[in-house]
């Protein structure tokens, strides 16, 4: 016999099913509540809001910039209405049938890539952005549901490449990345918008650069010969008003469409003039002439031994490029380039002042402009006597080329140290905030001496006749790993005019151009970079300046009392 | 309406029948045919047909199931078995011969082409199967020499085995449910309850960790809005309760069943809930909950072991494949192909459905005490006793 509760085991209970029921029941209870329960969360769960319009602020914000135009009212950059298609995939029944209807009539779509857009479940996805008045009208004949259009600006730079590195550009929702058009964001124009002001493109004033389309064409024109001529990495040129600060022309080679926006981002297209620091040479020269002549210790006859054509100083040789082993007067050590002779001047000046020089004239900070591209100069962080020595003629002190500009414009200009704008601006607005860095006579020294060397010394392939212009040029070798390499060469060239009164300062800087046979293997920047700048001022004087037939009487009254060396080479330009 | 004192097939049928649960179904069929006039539309117009293609079909459908329910609630219990074991016998054949000969729709077999229509013979066997397993544990407990206990637990392989080949995992879990149910209430001792119950829930384990699509569907089932690409029905049922809110969008403004493949069948609730509102829907489950409720309370009424049985088996089945569809449309177990009775749109459905309602019907009648007693010598109260 099995014991019985190994057979109750088998046995049915029937009787109990009455209350099984009532427990099975029980589980029905359990099933509906979870049921219902579940879609009364659901019903109380938030909407989810519409289809994810595009950001509503922003757009409004981005929708409306104000137009940008050069001093003379050229327009340089403009929004125009268009229209973006956008989709709503979980609204779209047949995904492929879209895409390919899509693609059809926007042929430079990927297929592949919006059918993937297509079958997430987002809200909203962009199709494609800015597009033709007919394109619209394809898509909308095809009368896809879910696929509509967007209102939107387009911003159009109509001169393309022309002052790219002033304009910037902006992103795909019309905001700001680079350049004045950052600018223009910082300012507050997208606040504005957003809160309501200012909501359409009439009510927003252009902004007006200092810009000058002409000039601005010429020098990109003249500076793009130059690149392809002398085979150089890259070029970079300027024009500026040294009597306001305004920079007329701008240019940086390679450069970049504004209207392709993702070329701005490209690091060898950056502004070399505003973000590029270099060692700029014996352009630098000017400004230890200058700090001699300023600092009283000196005058403009005094003379400095180059004897030997070499100076030791400790373990450093410093050597002269176009040696003459005399004794040079001032106006000489600026016509012969001569670094022993610079290098004297600023050791008789002392490592503190020649600091404090170049810490007024603005060489030892960085300088900000309107654009956001800035960067810092590379300053020595141990300054000794040879340091001095070094940066006098222009090597160890790496600074913006703007930032050069803006020390020159003052040598010459009278004195007044002016921070250079974008914008435009006139004389008094420029001068109220410009402080006076150096004396007027220092200043017409400067221009006796550039216009000397236009005349008899190195800047004389941009001395164009009729505009009376100076110049100084500047050869830098680069450094490479640590060490100056012979061959790699950073030339610069810095002209003025006219000389007697300067207006307009203009600059040419070449990273590494090669000799050509007809500069006889020569790459110093008086073969390219003055050639440049002459050609420049040959297209661009005529429209700035006019030109003087006779030359100026008297253009120098003070080196004249003065008897300065040279005074009688002035000639009739 | 028939006067009690005349004594009518109809008047006899028509005072001992369940009105109330009568009425119910009655409610739901037409509920469904007025869903279904949104969530239709959709699907006519992808397939080309005329908007109100399926509206007209299940109209069509939903009369015949009329008459198929009524005419099924006139037969006695008698009837029903042999009706059942017939109807087992020769849609066991057609699902066997599905799985031989019948198309391969969707990777699995479960169609047959029958006078032109297409047919789905799994959904007749679960009715058959209810019955048949209710009449064996009801003979076992009735005559414990005969071995009715034995044949209900055989019934349930020999069921569910060609079902697995087809495969049809959604029916085959719906038949194992309510068999259990069955077997539970029929007395099982707790032991096998709890170790049978055991056995189930270490299966799904065991099935999640060697089976690997077992194991992927569960993992998409918890990813919520996952890159799976098999929840997009889903992941859209549940945003049409989001949008339908309490009170839906209203009739025929729903938008998300445009995009939703199976509006008119096993997604019919969530078009519901985006349409007509959370309201509407908790009603719709109530009235389910009632019917359930309502068999399981004329379940225990009843003293007659076979009713009982079939009674509480039906209303499980019909609770349970209600349940099951509106739980995967509101994301609460993974998907299964399972239509929501009366109110998704099909033909096999709708016409399984109406046989297994009028079987519960049928067996829900009151029946005059001596007839039970005629025939079994009160079990449930000697066993008591």
Request: proline residues 6%; positive net charge; glycine residues 10%.
């Amino acid at each position: 016999m099995l014991p019985s509760a190994f057979v109750n085991l088998f046995r049915m209970r029937p009787d109990k099913s009455s209350g099984r029921l009532a427990v099975l029941g029980a589980g029905f209870v359990v099933i509906f509540s979870l049921i219902g329960g579940r879609i009364a969360l659901l019903a109380s769960a938030p909407q989810d809001a519409e289809p994810d319009t595009p950001r509503a602020a922003t757009a409004a914000a981005a929708a409306f910039r104000p137009d940008i135009v050069d001093r003379n009212g050229e327009l340089l950059a403009t929004s125009i209405p268009s229209y973006s298609v956008f989709a709503e995939p979980r609204n779209i029944l047949d995904k492929d049938e879209a895409t390919e209807l899509l693609t059809a009539v926007l042929p430079d779509l990927n297929a592949s890539e919006l059918r993937a857009k297509l079958n997430t479940k987002k809200g909203f996805v962009w199709v494609k952005r800015f597009i033709t008045p007919r394109e619209k009208a394809e898509v909308f004949h095809l009368g896809i549901p879910g696929v509509a259009f967007w209102p939107e600006h387009r911003r159009v730079y109509p001169n393309g490449v022309e002052a790219a590195h002033v304009l910037g550009a902006t992103n795909l929702d019309g905001v700001g990345i680079a350049g004045i058009e950052k600018y223009i964001d910082a300012q507050g124009v997208g606040a504005l918008a957003s809160a309501g002001l200012g909501s359409t493109a009439e009510d927003l004033k252009p902004i007006q650069l200092s810009i000058d389309l002409r000039v601005q064409h010429i020098l990109r024109d003249k500076l793009a010969w130059g690149l392809d001529h002398f085979k150089a990495k890259a070029a970079a040129g300027l024009v500026y008003d040294v009597t306001t600060g305004e920079v007329i022309a701008l240019a940086s080679l390679p450069d970049f469409d504004p209207n392709k926006p993702a070329d701005a981002l490209d690091p060898d297209h950056i502004n070399r003039i505003n973000v590029g620091v270099y060692e700029m040479g014996s352009t630098f020269k000017a400004l230890t002439t200058a700090m001699a002549l300023d600092s009283g210790k000196y005058g403009i006859n005094s003379t400095f031994s180059t004897a030997g054509g070499v100076l030791r100083w400790g373990r450093q040789v410093i050597h002269e490029f176009h040696g003459t082993g005399r004794s040079l007067t001032i106006p000489e050590v600026f016509l012969h380039s001569s670094n022993i002779g610079s290098a004297r001047m600023a050791l008789g000046v002392g490592v503190e002042g020649h600091k404090a020089f170049l810490k007024k004239l603005g060489q030892l900070d960085r300088l900000r402009t309107e654009l956001p591209e800035s960067a810092a100069p590379i300053v020595p962080a141990r300054w000794g006597e040879i340091n001095t020595m070094t940066i006098a003629f222009g090597h160890g002190l790496a600074v913006a080329p703007l930032q050069a500009v803006e020390a020159v414009g003052a040598l010459v200009n009278g004195g007044r140290l002016i921070t250079p704008t974008f914008l435009r601006r006139t004389q008094d607005e420029a001068l109220a905030n410009a402080p006076q860095v150096i004396k007027p006579q220092t200043s017409e020294a400067l221009r006796y001496v550039m216009r000397l060397n236009a005349v008899s010394g190195s800047a004389r392939k941009a001395a164009v006749p009729g505009y009376f212009v100076g110049g100084k040029t500047g050869t830098a070798e680069k450094v490479i790993n640590g060490r100056y390499v012979h061959n790699r060469l950073f030339t610069t060239f810095m002209a003025i005019a006219p000389a007697d009164k300067p207006r307009y300062l203009f600059l040419t800087i070449m990273d590494e151009p090669k000799g050509l046979p007809e500069t006889f293997g020569n790459a110093q920047a008086a073969w390219n970079s003055g050639d440049i700048t002459g050609k420049v001022i040959e297209a661009v004087a005529p429209i700035l300046l006019e030109p003087r037939f006779d030359p100026p009487a008297n253009p120098f009254p003070t080196m004249a009392k003065l008897h300065a060396w040279g005074i009688d080479r002035q000639q009739t330009q | 309406m028939p006067s009690r004192t005349e004594r009518s097939l109809f008047s006899d049928w028509w005072w001992t029948v369940d009105r109330l649960s009568l009425a119910g179904v009655f409610v739901l069929m037409i509920a469904g045919l007025v869903f279904l006039m949104g969530g239709g539309p959709p699907v006519a117009e992808r397939l080309n047909l005329p908007p109100f293609h399926f509206v007209h079909r299940q109209m069509f459908w939903l009369s015949v199931a009329a008459i198929v329910l009524l005419a099924t609630s006139f037969l006695s219990p008698r009837h029903i078995r042999r009706t059942a074991l017939v109807i087992y016998v020769v849609f066991m054949a057609l699902v066997i011969y599905a799985l031989l000969f019948g198309v391969e729709v969707k990777g699995s077999r479960r169609w047959v082409i029958l006078a032109g229509q297409n047919l789905q013979p799994s959904e007749f066997v679960k009715p058959a199967f209810v019955i048949l397993a209710a009449w064996a544990f009801s003979e076992g407990t009735r005559r414990p020499e005969m071995p009715g206990t034995l044949f209900g637990v055989l019934l349930l392989p020999l069921t569910v085995i060609p079902l697995v080949l087809q495969p049809d995992i959604g029916q085959t879990m719906l038949l194992c449910v309510v068999w259990a149910g069955l077997f539970y209430l029929a007395g099982l001792h707790m032991f096998w309850v709890f170790g049978l119950g055991g056995a189930g829930v270490g299966g799904i384990v065991l099935a999640y960790f060697f089976f690997p699509h077992v194991t992927q569907r569960v993992n998409r089932f918890f990813d919520k809005g996952g890159s799976g690409g098999d929840t997009f029905q889903v992941d859209t049922a549940v945003e049409s309760f989001v949008s339908g809110s309490w009170l839906g969008k209203g009739p025929g403004e729903g938008t998300i069943k445009r995009i939703l493949p199976d509006s008119h069948t096993d997604f019919l609730f969530a078009v519901t809930g985006e349409e007509f509102g959370a309201i509407v829907c908790l009603a719709l489950v109530a009235l389910f909950a009632f019917i359930v409720f309502r068999s399981l309370w004329l379940a225990r009424r009843n003293e007659d072991p076979f009713c009982r049985f079939a009674a509480a088996g039906l209303a499980i089945l019909f609770g349970v494949q209600a349940s099951i569809n509106m739980s995967v449309n509101l994301h609460l177990i993974p998907p299964k192909g399972m239509t929501l009775p009366f109110i998704s749109y099909g033909g096999s459905s709708l016409l399984s459905l109406a046989l297994g309602v009028g079987f519960l019907i049928s067996v829900t009648r009151r029946r005059p005490k001596a007839e039970i007693d005629a025939r079994f010598s009160s079990p449930l109260r000697e066993a008591a006793a």
